[in-house]
């Protein structure tokens, strides 16, 4: 059974967020709040964790994974960013949203897109995520709590233990989570395009 931590969702308990970051230092998989929806996480090169991942959530090639990051100076390291994208991810993070960007040799191939070779890029407006992403000092790779078969992500802590208790190694309750996940919007083409509507205003990248 995974270990269950309660972390304040204003003012995460610092020796909570290091021993969330010490199992994903562990090759841990873990749940965290982001801000929109719970997700899964675990280290960037973890490829063993990565795969239970993929298991947990019934995923095929070829999948568009998340980097969480802190801030803009760890998307310049993952992603080849271009004037124009610069300054949308400087308008619009932290916050709702997840940009599909052409990724560096410094992303694990596994990670990338399968055929596109792109990541895509989340920089979490949520105390928690970002106390543990600063602890944590890289990026963590990231994916919605969606299971296999259901439309909505799971929202409540102590259903998530019940329902995958066993496969995961640690779950953060930071009171309840929302339904709605990121807006994504690819910026690897010409020009931005939205490719999910959630969480964050679209209108902003259309027209």
């Known amino acids: 059974m995974s270990q269950f931590f309660a972390i304040h969702p204003e003012t995460p308990q610092p020796r909570l967020v290091r021993r969330a970051v010490e199992i994903l230092g562990q090759g841990g998989v873990i ?8 997700a899964l996480a675990c280290g960037l090169n973890e490829k063993a964790a990565l795969e239970r991942i993929r298991q947990l959530r ?8 998340a980097l969480a990051c802190r801030d803009l100076s760890d998307i310049g390291s993952y992603t080849r960013l ?9 308008a619009h993070t932290p916050g709702p949203y997840t940009f599909i960007l052409r990724a560096t040799a410094e992303v694990p191939r596994r990670v990338q897109h399968a ?5 895509g890029i989340r920089v979490p ?14 990026p963590l790779t990231t994916s919605t709590l969606l299971l296999p078969g259901e439309t909505l992500p ?13 496969r995961v ?13 990121s807006t994504v919007v690819d ?3 010409e020009r931005p395009s939205v490719i999910r509507r959630g969480a964050g205003e679209a209108s902003v990248f259309e027209g």
Do not use: C
């Not at 749940?31 to 719970?38: A, C, E, I, N």
């Not at 055929?115 to 990541?119: A, E, M, N, P």
């Not at 407006?125 to 890289?138: F, K, S």
């Open 31 to 38: 749940v965290y709040p982001t801000g929109t929806t719970y």
């Open 58 to 65: 019934g995923l095929e090639e070829p999948h568009h994974f």
């Open 82 to 90: 271009d004037n124009t994208a610069f300054r949308l991810l400087k």
């Open 115 to 119: 055929k596109r070779r792109t990541i």
């Open 125 to 138: 407006d949520h105390p928690v995520a970002r106390a543990l992403l600063a602890e944590m000092g890289e």
């Open 154 to 166: 799971m929202t409540d802590p102590v259903d998530i233990r019940e329902a995958i208790g066993n």
């Open 169 to 181: 190694d640690a779950i953060i309750d930071a009171g309840p989570g929302g339904l709605e996940p």
């Open 187 to 189: 910026l690897s083409g």
